[in-house]
């Protein structure tokens, strides 16, 4: 993707007739240097794309508030970044699901990343009931991986793994890499639960699925995964 963003980057664009494609591209860029960890750099493309993105398109400037709300919480601006998705909620593109999904599903993220469980989880409800008015099946995966997490960290193994199991049900309908934690957060409440033979039977599954991916990255999970299981079961060879 970067060699895409930097080729479009260097590109002669016509800022008053290709704002929208000017606003995608901020954005890309913003989600490249996120995961960079540089969280002001990311801010700045993203409010940039915020102003050029037209309400027309709610499921992108839904994105950008994702990117924006983690951004700001990334440097230290989570107060400013809540009340922003507040009136995000309240503004004018209150009534369409498609920007309020993504809305509910930013609270959600900064709420588990400030270790705010129940009310992470309440924001994962909404985004589960706004998901299934839209029929977004990714979105619906996002719901449960959540709660799955916070049930996870509150030693609540029972929805734990009933969350993650739904979400592993959806695998080849939502984001790759919300399944692939699943699959290794299930494994792993089966193991805290005293059930190794489904530990294990589900780090295998999780194995095979990384490896369908393709994805150096997704294999290191399931690698990590398999490592913990073997450790907490006295395997250490």
């Not at 990311?42 to 499921?59: F, Y």
């Not at 400037?61 to 009340?83: K, N, P, S």
């Not at 194995?207 to 395997?235: C, K, N, P, Y």
Request: glycine share 6%; with cysteine; net charge negative.
């Amino acid at each position: 993707i970067a060699p895409i963003v930097e080729r479009l980057a260097s590109m002669d664009i016509d800022e008053a007739a290709d704002r929208v494609l000017l606003g995608e591209l901020n954005f890309f860029q913003g989600v490249l240097v996120f995961w960079q960890g540089r969280g002001e750099e990311c801010l700045k493309h993203m409010l940039d794309a915020r102003e050029e993105i037209p309400q027309e398109h709610p499921r992108m400037t839904g994105l950008i508030e994702i990117y924006v709300g983690l951004a700001r919480q990334m440097i230290g601006q989570e107060d400013t970044a809540m009340q922003e998705l507040t009136e995000a909620d309240l503004g004018v593109q209150s009534k369409r699901p498609e920007f309020l999904s993504r809305v509910a599903l930013a609270q959600a993220l900064m709420h588990t990343v400030s270790g705010e469980l129940e009310l992470a989880a309440l924001a994962s409800q909404r985004v589960e009931k706004l998901s299934r008015e839209i029929g977004i099946p990714y979105m619906i995966g996002w719901s449960h991986f959540l709660p799955a997490c916070s049930a996870f960290r509150s030693n609540d193994l029972e929805t734990a793994m009933t969350s993650f199991a739904r979400v592993v049900e959806r695998r080849y309908s939502t984001h790759t890499r919300a399944a692939i934690d699943s699959m290794a957060g299930l494994a792993l409440t089966y193991q805290a639960m005293q059930r190794p033979d489904d530990a294990n039977a589900t780090t295998e599954q999780l194995l095979e699925f990384a490896l369908e991916t393709g994805d150096s990255a997704h294999l290191a999970v399931a690698r990590s995964a398999q490592a913990r299981i073997s450790l907490a079961q006295g395997d250490i060879e």
